[in-house]
């Protein structure tokens, strides 16, 4: 709008002066009286015409600045329009989502518990008709002396039933953390998050657990997974990989877990510290998905990204990557 306003005014003046100038030119010359008089009434006239023109422009300029100015303000108002229809769907959908949630959890605690049907993991709770990907909450079990914890559950990715343990996606949560967060858990269930060495291994007690990691395109699967307890270190174990991302945690089978404040690696160097998280580290790794989430430049100098060597080698950072478990025997 302001740019309109200046054009109006530049045009305006430029109109004065162009009209001034000819007649103190044509003035000059010394004229006959008659001739004098003829050109001045000529030149008034030309003065009138020209002013009248002028006003005449800046009367359109007016108008077309006018109209400008009503489209602006029209396609303000469409787009207020627009987002506050945009901010209602959103603010519905989400609801329909928080109440589907909220029925979900509400089944789960009413559902009557006998040993032989209990709810381990987003497994059970698959095989119980619950198809819907997202936050559950797994009840208490004495039996197994399980608090109640809230866990993400991916139903859908090759026949559902997958508790998600680690997520990196948005990158705001720090993995550089000690022994005792990694051993509860840290982060938010629907973002970035380590699930907590003792959930893994209380999950990963009943036998046989299919991990698998997963992001962008690329995917290994192993059809064995398990950690040890604390007391011995959660010292991981795995075995038979598939997929097509490189077999990039071999490298960390029959390895300690080690954080900032414990090192338990096979290395004169402390991984940890080098690698800035919690892992199994080795001497130090051929994977660290629990590094540095680096947002920008896919590419850096030192190996604390999260990183796969299978795939991108020790230089690339991975941008999403998911960890997942499900009893071996689960039949979709
Ligand atoms: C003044 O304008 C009118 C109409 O635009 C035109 O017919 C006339 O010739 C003009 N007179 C002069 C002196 O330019
Ligand atoms: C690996 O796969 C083979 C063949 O399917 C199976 O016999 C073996 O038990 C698996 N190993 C483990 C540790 O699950
Ligand atoms: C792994 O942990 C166990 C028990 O905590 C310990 O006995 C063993 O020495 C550790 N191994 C390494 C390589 O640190
Ligand atoms: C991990 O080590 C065990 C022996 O402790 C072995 O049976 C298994 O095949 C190894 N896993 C992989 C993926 O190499
Ligand atoms: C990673 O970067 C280091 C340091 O710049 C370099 O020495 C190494 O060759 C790189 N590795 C790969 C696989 O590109
Ligand atoms: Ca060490």
Redesign the pocket.
């Known amino acids: 709008m302001k740019f309109y306003l200046i054009l109006e005014v530049t045009l305006l003046l430029i109109a004065v002066t162009w009209a001034q100038n000819p007649k103190k030119k044509l003035l000059l010359p010394k004229p006959s009286k008659a001739q004098c008089c003829d050109e001045v009434r000529s030149l008034k006239v030309q003065v009138a015409n020209l002013t009248s023109l002028v006003e005449e422009l800046s009367r359109k300029q007016e108008t077309d600045l006018m109209n400008v100015v009503r489209q602006i303000m029209d396609l303000d108002q469409q787009n207020r329009q627009q987002e506050a229809r945009v901010t209602e769907a959103e603010s519905k959908y989400s609801e329909i989502n928080n109440r589907v949630e909220i029925m979900q959890l509400q089944t789960l605690q009413s559902a009557p518990q006998t040993s032989s049907d209990a709810i381990y993991d987003c497994a059970s709770l698959y095989t119980k008709n619950y198809r819907i990907s997202g936050e559950y909450k797994l009840p208490k079990d004495d039996f197994l002396g399980t608090p109640d914890l809230n866990v993400y559950c991916d139903m859908e990715t090759k026949g559902g039933g997958w508790t998600v343990i680690q997520r990196r996606k948005i990158g705001l949560t720090s993995f550089n953390r000690d022994w005792k967060q990694y051993k509860h858990g840290f982060g938010s269930i629907r973002g970035d998050f380590w699930l907590g060495n003792e959930h893994i291994y209380r999950l990963t007690r009943q036998p046989?657990l299919i991990i698998k990691n997963s992001w962008e395109s690329r995917f290994a699967e192993y059809?064995?997974f398990t950690l040890a307890n604390e007391l011995n270190s959660y010292k991981l174990?795995?075995?038979?990989y598939s997929g097509n991302a490189g077999n990039s945690l071999r490298y960390h089978n029959n390895t300690n877990f080690s954080t900032m404040n414990k090192d338990n690696d096979k290395c004169v160097d402390d991984c940890a510290a080098l690698r800035k998280g919690g892992y199994w580290y080795n001497c130090c790794t051929d994977s660290n998905l629990n590094g540095v989430f680096y947002r920008h430049g896919e590419h850096t100098r030192s190996s604390d990204g999260i990183t796969w060597y299978g795939w991108h080698g020790s230089n690339y950072s991975l941008k999403k990557v998911e960890i997942k478990i499900r009893p071996?025997g689960f039949q979709p």
């Open positions: 046989m059809s064995f174990f795995i075995a038979n071996v």
